[in-house]
């Protein structure tokens, strides 16, 4: 066990000394060592990701545990970086540059992305950065391919239950309006709707995965 950490407010924290794979020893909180997905005690973070090479892709196997995808073309890019998958499912690495830092995302990288646009993962996997699965967009484009929230109850996207209608109703956002689409008996038709609406409003950048729970619900 290492020395304390003590915040801001007097309050402590246990430490731990811990020795990475590498041979690179650092201090850990107790918490983390605790964690359930066990995602931050991998590795200290800055020992260099494993690669391994296919065909015309490669695998980045990360710090944390984690695996994406890159083109075999774009390894002198990203082959010095400590990677790991950070809270938002990406692979990102911290880097110091004139003591600040700096944190990088492959996806953005690997595309040249210049300043003030978006990557969009066309399937929604943040860890497949192979270019066909990525693709530059603005702002209001990514969010037409946004995954349905976590919270939504219905397990359908667009879907949620009104009470007050004891009905399923369906909903959907674009480009900042929010446009009612009506309500239904089952959970299933208004998603119906809400994907006949999405396909209209989104275009190409309909987030397709919805259409395999249409599918599956048919058969």
């Not at 809270?87 to 003591?99: E, L, M, P, T």
């Not at 709707?193 to 048919?218: S, V």
Request: contains cysteine.
């Amino acid at each position: 066990q290492a020395e304390d950490y003590v915040n801001k407010k007097g309050i402590h924290h246990s430490m731990w000394l811990c020795q990475c794979t590498c041979g690179n020893k650092m201090t850990v909180l107790g918490t983390d060592l605790t964690r359930k997905d066990k995602k931050h005690i991998v590795s200290c973070g800055h020992c260099y990701s494993n690669y391994h090479f296919f065909k015309d892709y490669g695998e980045c196997h990360m710090n944390n545990g984690s695996v994406c995808l890159f083109d075999i073309e774009d390894y002198d890019k990203i082959k010095e970086y400590h990677w790991h998958q950070n809270s938002d499912g990406y692979a990102v690495c911290n880097i110091q540059r004139d003591n600040q830092w700096f944190t990088i995302l492959m996806h953005r990288l690997v595309m040249d992305a210049p300043d003030g646009v978006e990557i969009d993962h066309i399937h929604g996997n943040t860890l497949d950065n192979r270019k066909a699965e990525l693709r530059i967009v603005t702002q209001s484009d990514n969010k037409k391919n946004r995954a349905m929230y976590t919270n939504n109850k219905s397990g359908y996207k667009g879907v949620s239950w009104n009470e007050q209608k004891q009905k399923w109703v369906a909903n959907i956002q674009c480009d900042g309006q929010q446009f009612y689409l009506g309500s239904f008996n089952s959970a299933y038709d208004a998603y119906v709707c809400y994907e006949k609406a999405a396909k209209e409003l989104f275009g190409e950048y309909k987030r397709e995965e919805h259409y395999y729970k249409l599918t599956q619900q048919n058969d």
